[in-house]
Each structure stands twice: as C-alpha cells, then as structure tokens.
C-alpha cells in the first residue's frame, strides 16, 4: 500500500557527470551498490560519513596479498616477508605523498582516527602536559577528539577549553585570542565537522595558535577523503584520519607528526616491533615510524588503504569535492521544499556533502526507520556528538552524507521518502 504511494521506484538510478567524473562509471566499481535492499529497493546508501564503501580494487588487492604474499612485516628473512614488508612500506609512501609529508616517517599506521588522538594524547600529552595547562577544542568535535583529553585532564589535572559556535553551525572565531592563553598548550580541532559538514578555516587556525606557540592536532577523519590535507601547506603538527571514510578498510588509520615532535614523543604501546633493544633492564625504542608501532601492525588494512589512495588519486579530490557540492545544494533543495525541516549547519558553499537535519514532531529515529523501508541508508542519533547536540538544543538528528558514487536521483528519491515519512506521521 504504502509503497504504491510512494513515487520512487526500485529502478536504477542515473548519474549526472561533471567535467572528470562519471558517478555511474564509477558506480560500477562498488559491488555493493547494486546491493537490493529488503529484497526489493537498490541501496541508497546515505551514511558516507559513517563509512564509505569499497570498490573492488581494494577489495581484490586484500584478497591477492592473503592468497600470493601473506606474511608478517619487518621479521622474516624469507621473500614472502619481503613481499609484505614492501608493500606495507610502499603503503607508508602512498599516504606520506597523499598528504605531502616531507618524510614517509613521519607516517604512523594506527587502527583508526580514535587510536590516533589516543597515541598523541597519551604519548605527548604525558610526556608535556602539567596541571593547570588548557586544551582547547571545540563545540563541534567528535566523542574521539574530547574524552581522550579529558582523560588526559584527569590524569594531569589540565584544563579543558571550548571555542563556541555559531547558531549557524561555524567556529566562533571572534574571540578566538582570548582562548589562546599562556597556558594553552594544543588546539585539537576537526577540519570539518561529521553532523554540521562544517569547513573549518584550519589554515588560520594552525597559523594563529602557532603564533602563540601553541601546537594544533587536526582531526582530518571528514576531510581527507573529501577536500584533502596537505600537511606541509598547513603546517600541522599532528593529523588523524581513519582508512575506512576514504574508500579504505576498517582497522587502519594514519597519525602524521612532525618529526621533530614524533622524535621526543615516548612510545605508546609496547612490544615487539617498536624496540632496538630489550634488556632485562629496560629497552631502547626503535627510530620512526616503528616506535610507534607495536606488535604486528594491520599489514594487509594497511595495503588495502595504499590501493584506495591510488584510486582518489585517480578520481581526484578536486572533482570530488565539486561534484559533492551539487548533491549537497540538491539535498538542501529537496529538503527545504519537504517542508517542516529544518537543516543543522551552514549553506552547501561552507561545507562537504554532509546534511543534518531534524523534522517537525518526528524523531530522527522514525525518520531513518522509515528512509529505510525504502532501501535508504541514512544515521540518526547524536553521531558521537553529545556537546554539539547539546549546544543546538537537540538530543538527535537525521545525517544523510554523500560521497561521489552517489547520484542526484538518489537525493531526489530521498526527498520522496522524507515526503512520505510526513504522511505517515499526518495519517496517525
Ligand atoms: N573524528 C571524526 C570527525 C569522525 O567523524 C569520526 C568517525 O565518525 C572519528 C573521529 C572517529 O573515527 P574512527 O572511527 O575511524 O576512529
């Protein structure tokens, strides 16, 4: 009943193409997109900023590694470790030159953009953090760029500090000089926000907090795979992302340093593999990167992650991220003309293919249940953003995210359902 109601159809969709990118071209790669979805409905998968998917070329260059060249890195002497150290190493290049580090050292393969603030939170927030000191974050950060420094605060007695934002979902940047003190000693920021899709101005950012003397983390976990980071252009200090938002798989992410900070920084982990030496008593670690990599690393995650660089590299994040500011201006259309919506965070100029958004006397919830009797992926909840639901006075919204494989029929199917959803809520 509900169905024959609805307009959208379980066909295929259709792509519009821009200048160097065909969406359905590369559709194609993606073997799960043609996943059928309650049996019926072709998977609009609207939850990028959650995960992207794969395409098959990471996937069959996981599977060749487990079938041709599996064994365990830096240890053996045998060619099939030699095999695997290579390209592990070779992965270590691939991201080094994805985000322009001056030395693939300055690499450090973790499990995740959470293990990354961890590392750096435990490791140089130990070694340099006294109390009294301020951390400066934001409103709009993830749970993984927040509890990691308030455990550091809890074992240092530091000081937490919140840069605000506006209602319009950007940085408070007014009063930015106030809330870089004498006893700030980082800004651990995200460059783009995972519910507002927020941009932030990270250039100025890192620029003003260096001219305090303040160091800056940038959780590139929504940029990266979006926009792009160039490390040296910006002159980071530290910067995390995760694999798996970046056409990658799961369990591998990337802390970069700068060396100069890596090099005094003391292991985080201990074990083999991160070692020069081991005495009874004591040890001394090894140099870069492997000091901070202990224990057998994710090898194979690691290669697969290389692979999906090759394959942004030949999409091209510039095309990527144009092609995704038409979606988003499309959502926003869409959206608006639903009506009783209302759409968290600033206009589709100022932000990445992200789209919050909450619904007149509907829980988001219901919302995405609803989305998904028609094969609609979309997140409700507070997507590990407490604060900043609590700063926009919400305990939940509705997050549709983009990524280049999605197409404008996708929005348009998501306006319908959303239209739908109202009905229902009207009928009961
Ligand atoms: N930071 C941001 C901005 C995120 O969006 C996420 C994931 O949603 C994370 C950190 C955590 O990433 P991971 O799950 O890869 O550790």
């Given at each position: 009943m509900m169905d024959k109601a609805l307009?959208?159809?379980p066909e295929a969709t259709t792509g519009k193409k821009i200048p160097g990118l065909d969406p359905l071209g590369l559709r194609?790669?993606?073997?799960?997109?043609?996943t059928l979805v309650h049996e019926k409905w072709p998977l609009v998968y609207l939850d990028n900023a959650a995960t992207t998917q794969r395409p098959r070329q990471v996937i069959d260059s996981m599977v060749d590694v487990y079938e041709t060249k599996n064994a365990n890195v830096?240890?053996?002497?045998h060619w099939l470790s030699e095999q695997s150290t290579n390209l592990y190493e070779e992965a270590r290049n691939k991201v080094s030159k994805f985000i322009n580090a001056?030395?693939?050292?300055?690499i450090i393969f973790t499990r995740g953009t959470t293990e990354g603030i961890n590392l750096v939170a435990r490791s140089w927030g130990d070694a340099n953090i006294r109390a009294g000191d301020e951390i400066l974050l934001t409103e709009m950060e993830h749970h993984a760029n927040i509890v990691p420094w308030q455990q550091l605060a809890e074992r240092t007695g530091a000081i937490i500090r919140w840069l605000p934002i506006t209602?319009?979902?950007?940085?408070?940047?007014?009063?930015l000089e106030s809330y870089?003190?004498?006893?700030?000693?980082l800004l651990a920021v995200t460059?783009?926000?995972?519910?507002?899709g927020t941009i932030n101005p990270v250039a100025e950012l890192i620029e003003r907090a260096h001219a305090q003397g303040i160091l800056v983390l940038l959780d590139a976990a929504q940029s990266v795979a979006h926009r792009g980071v160039d490390v040296r252009q910006l002159g980071a200090d530290f910067v995390v992302f995760g694999g798996h938002k970046m056409l990658g798989p799961t369990g591998i992410g990337v802390l970069y340093g700068r060396s100069k900070l890596l090099k005094a920084m003391p292991p985080f982990i201990g074990g083999g593999?991160?070692?020069?030496r081991v005495r009874k008593d004591g040890f001394e670690p090894a140099d870069l990167?492997?000091?901070?990599?202990?224990?057998?690393?994710?090898i194979v995650e690691a290669i697969g992650l290389g692979v999906a660089i090759d394959y942004l590299d030949r999409v091209g994040l510039p095309a990527i991220h144009q092609y995704e500011q038409m979606l988003t201006t499309r959502a926003h259309e869409v959206l608006q003309a639903v009506g009783d919506v209302r759409i968290i965070g600033p206009s589709p100029r100022d932000k990445i293919g992200i789209v919050s958004f909450v619904m007149r006397g509907i829980h988001a919830h219901d919302i995405a249940q609803i989305l998904d009797r028609y094969g609609i992926a979309v997140r409700a909840g507070h997507h590990c953003t407490m604060p900043l639901h609590k700063r926009l006075g919400l305990t939940a919204t509705t997050r549709a995210s983009f990524y280049f494989y999605n197409t404008l029929d996708e929005i348009d199917k998501l306006g319908t359902a959303l239209e739908e959803t109202k009905k229902i809520f009207r009928r009961r």
């Open positions: 307009k959208i159809t194609a790669d993606f073997p799960i997109l043609s830096h240890r053996g002497i001056a030395d693939s050292r300055e209602d319009e979902g950007h940085l408070a940047l007014d009063n870089l003190g004498p006893r700030t000693r460059e783009i926000s995972n519910v507002l593999g991160m070692i020069r990167p492997l000091k901070f990599e202990a224990g057998t690393p994710p």
